[in-house]
C-alpha cells in the first residue's frame, strides 16, 4: 500500500468525532482547524498539499498541489499528525457541525471518490486530495457545487462529513436515482452524474424544491445526506431575529402567509 495503515473509531451520534490510532511514524493528513485532541507524542506539521507522492517533488510542484485545493474553496496549508513516540498514539478530529462521519476505504471503491468540496474531514498519509472538473455546462452552473468537486485517490482510508443521516444506496447498470443537487455527498467514479431541469415551472416556483435536481446513475455507489449545511443555516438565519426589515417577529401578518408572505417580503 502506498498510503500508511491506520486504526480508528468513532464516538458519538449526531456530533461525531473519529479517534484515529497511530503506530510510530504512521501518520494521518486533516484539513487546518479539525483537530480535536492527541497524544503527548503526537507530532504536528503544516504542511503545502496532503503529503501524498503526488504531491511530491520540488517547491513548485507542491504549490501547485496546494493551489488546487485554493480552487475548491479549502485552506492552502493542510496539517500532518505523525506519531514520533514507540508506543501506539492518538489523534481526534471533530465533526464541523451536527451530521455523520463515513469512513471510506479508498482501495475497495477501485481508488477514488468524488465528493463535496467541504465534505473531507481527514485521511491516512498517501491519500492525494484534488480537484474533480464538471464538463458538462448545466452540472457546473446549476449542480449545487460549482463546476469543481474534489476527488480523493490512493488505496487508504478517507473520512468525510455530511450533515443530518446519510445514507448509502448501490446503483445497478442504467439505474438512475434523482436527489436534491445540495443532498448528495459522494460517489464512485463509476457514477454518471448530471443536472436536470424538474420540467414543470409551477412545481418549482410554487414546491419549493428548486428548477433543477441531480440524477445518477450507476453502476456505482452514492453517498446522501438528510441535511445539507446551507439548508441549516438558512433556517437559523430566517429563524433569528431580523432588524431594520419590514417582519418585526412572529405573528404578523406576512408571517401567517408563510411562503406567500416572503414574496410580498422581498425574500
Known amino acids: ?75 492552502l496549508f493542510m496539517t500532518l499528525f505523525t506519531n514520533n513516540g514507540h508506543g501506539k498514539q492518538q489523534v481526534s478530529f471533530a465533526s464541523p457541525y451536527p451530521g455523520k462521519i463515513i469512513p471510506l476505504d479508498l482501495s475497495e ?25 464538471q464538463r458538462k455546462l448545466g452540472t457546473g452552473f446549476f449542480g449545487g457545487e460549482g463546476f469543481i468537486l474534489q476527488k480523493l ?43 436536470q431541469y424538474v420540467g414543470n415551472i409551477k412545481s418549482a416556483v410554487f414546491g419549493g424544491e428548486g428548477l433543477f435536481y441531480a440524477a445518477v446513475t450507476g453502476p456505482g455507489s452514492v453517498w446522501i445526506q438528510s441535511l445539507p449545511f446551507s439548508r441549516l443555516a438558512s433556517r437559523v438565519f430566517a429563524a433569528a431575529p431580523q432588524t431594520g426589515g419590514s417582519r418585526k417577529g412572529e405573528g404578523s401578518a406576512l408571517d401567517m402567509l408563510g411562503g406567500l408572505g416572503n414574496l410580498f417580503d422581498g425574500n
Not at 479539525?34 to 507530532?43: A, D
Not at 462529513?161 to 463509476?190: N, Q, S
Request: some cysteine; charged content about 25%; hydrophobic content about 40%.
Open 1 to 75: 500500500m502506498n498510503s500508511h495503515e491506520i486504526d480508528y473509531t468513532i464516538y458519538g451520534d449526531d456530533m461525531q468525532f473519529v479517534e484515529i490510532e497511530l503506530d510510530p511514524k504512521e501518520s494521518v493528513v486533516a484539513e487546518a482547524g479539525g483537530m480535536m485532541m492527541m497524544s503527548q507524542y503526537i507530532g504536528m506539521e503544516t504542511i503545502f498539499g496532503d503529503g501524498s507522492k503526488n504531491s511530491g517533488g520540488g517547491f513548485m510542484d507542491k504549490l501547485f498541489s496546494a493551489g488546487k485545493r485554493v480552487i475548491t474553496g479549502e485552506s
Open 153 to 195: 485517490e490512493g488505496d487508504g482510508i478517507t473520512f468525510v462529513h455530511a450533515g443530518g443521516t446519510i445514507i448509502k444506496k448501490d446503483l445497478l447498470p442504467g439505474e438512475t436515482l434523482k436527489v436534491d443537487t445540495g443532498c448528495l455527498v459522494a460517489m464512485t467514479k463509476t457514477i454518471n452524474y448530471d443536472i
Open 109 to 133: 471503491f477501485g481508488g477514488k471518490i468524488i465528493c463535496q468540496k467541504d465534505a473531507f474531514l481527514c485521511a491516512a498519509k498517501g491519500v492525494s486530495i484534488g480537484i474533480e472538473l
